[in-house]
């Protein structure tokens, strides 16, 4: 067990320095990171009164559009026991990358499937997670997250451990508490809550929430305002988030939430009057129903189409109430790597965003899905944009 958990960590600490010693030389903006938090920390430490946190809301600029990318499923610390995995972070920091300085977006959606945490033999994956965040800040972006079914799962031996000579046969107690302290042990993954409090505490330009504890375990419930330049009162768009679940319970959004969502667009826009759009990570059952069948055509637009839609396991009243909803105008989520197409449904559209890690599976080159929100009058553009800076699938998602 001692050498196990020695191998483990000298595995742990060669990756990551793997993954530092080749993020600086590769991602030269990384670099100018720890200049700008030292700099933002150093004006912070002046302005000791401002210890509250400022009011959160989103705001255009005048006679400018609000840009938002998508990032998802970037799979980070995938295989860390290999040289391949984290390669594979550095190629999706390079891609965020890319994609910021071609967009230069007002704010970043992370859309689940920020981690691959059945992957990650440490302790606190928080350290993954934020890496995966880091091309952001590093920007002064403001984001938020909301979780896939990978982000809390347990850590899952890998099989190979198992088998080469070399590497003695070992089996964790998972079940075994006194062994070596549970957590190291088992790895059982690093909840949701902790994940998104980790993220929350360290991070002023985090618009993440934990949501309302009485829809927990799903964490990422939440609502942000996107005001009017002139007035922060007048909202000219509100971005829900919801937890699709998956990992630690069941890939579903239940109907507390939907009764969340209920109360919360009865409160806040009674009359429908203020446009909706809507994040989760897992589609919902009616992508089934409008997805195309052979390649992709109107009215869907979009360029990949190599895979069935993974939908969630139960559709519990979400889709009735967005449907209802004449202000709802586009839900969008990743977890099919192989499908980026919007496709129209009712009176809204349905969209994927697109692959944007290099973890995960599929080999489709990445990208990430731009929004585009103007005020007057109110519209949705969107395209995607990919590392290379090609752009495609444009499409308006309002009338
Ligand atoms: C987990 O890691 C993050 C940094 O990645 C750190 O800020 C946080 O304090 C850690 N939490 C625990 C419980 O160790
Ligand atoms: C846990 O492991 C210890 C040491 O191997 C053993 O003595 C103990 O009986 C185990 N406890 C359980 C509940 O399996
Ligand atoms: C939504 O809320 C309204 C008002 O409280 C209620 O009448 C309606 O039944 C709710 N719909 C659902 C699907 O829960
Ligand atoms: C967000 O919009 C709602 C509804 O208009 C409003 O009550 C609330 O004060 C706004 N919040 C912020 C932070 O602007």
Redesign the pocket.
């Known amino acids: 067990m001692e050498n196990f958990r020695n191998l483990l960590t000298i595995f742990f600490f060669f990756s990551l320095s793997l993954l530092y010693t080749c993020l600086f030389p590769c991602v030269d903006s990384i670099s100018t990171v720890g200049f700008h938090d030292q700099l933002r920390q150093h004006a912070g430490s002046r302005t000791v009164a401002l210890r509250t946190k400022p009011e959160k809301y989103l705001r255009l600029r005048v006679g400018a559009p609000f840009k938002i990318a998508l990032f998802a499923d970037l799979h980070f610390g995938e295989d860390a026991w290999t040289d391949w995995g984290p390669r594979q972070d550095v190629n999706s920091i390079r891609v965020m990358s890319n994609v910021l300085s071609y967009e230069t977006p007002d704010f970043v959606v992370y859309l689940g499937d920020v981690i691959t945490a059945n992957n990650i033999a440490v302790?606190?994956a928080?350290?993954y997670?934020?890496l995966a965040i880091s091309p952001t800040r590093a920007r002064g972006i403001p984001w938020a997250t909301v979780f896939g079914n990978h982000d809390d799962a347990a850590f899952e031996w890998p099989m190979e451990w198992f088998s080469p000579p070399g590497i003695p046969r070992l089996r964790c107690p998972v079940s075994n508490s006194s062994c070596l302290g549970e957590e190291e042990c088992s790895f059982r993954g690093t909840s949701r809550l902790?994940l998104i409090k980790?993220e929350i505490?360290?991070n002023e330009l985090s618009h993440s929430r934990n949501g309302p504890k009485e829809l927990w375990p799903s964490v990422s419930n939440y609502v942000l305002n996107l005001t009017s330049p002139e007035d922060t009162n007048s909202p000219v768009v509100f971005l829900y988030f919801l937890d699709s679940g998956g990992g630690s319970y069941p890939q579903v959004i239940s109907s507390a939430q939907a009764e969340w969502f209920n109360s919360t667009t009865r409160m806040i826009n009674p009359d429908s009057r203020v446009p909706e759009i809507i994040f989760w990570h897992i589609p919902s059952t009616a992508y089934k129903k409008v997805a195309p069948v052979f390649g992709i055509h109107k009215p869907c637009v979009g360029s990949i189409n190599r895979e069935r839609v993974a939908a969630q396991e139960a559709e519990t009243g979400i889709m009735k109430l967005l449907v209802e909803r004449p202000s709802v105008k586009a839900v969008f989520v990743g977890h099919n790597h192989g499908l980026d197409w919007c496709c129209p449904y009712k009176q809204l559209w349905l969209c994927f965003a697109r692959h944007t890690g290099y973890g995960g599976y599929g080999g489709w080159p990445r990208g990430a899905r731009i929004l585009e929100i103007t005020q007057k009058p109110f519209s949705l553009r969107s395209w995607i944009r990919m590392e290379d800076g090609r752009v495609h699938s444009e499409v308006v998602l309002t009338p």
């Open positions: 302790a606190n928080s350290l997670w934020d902790d980790n505490k360290h």
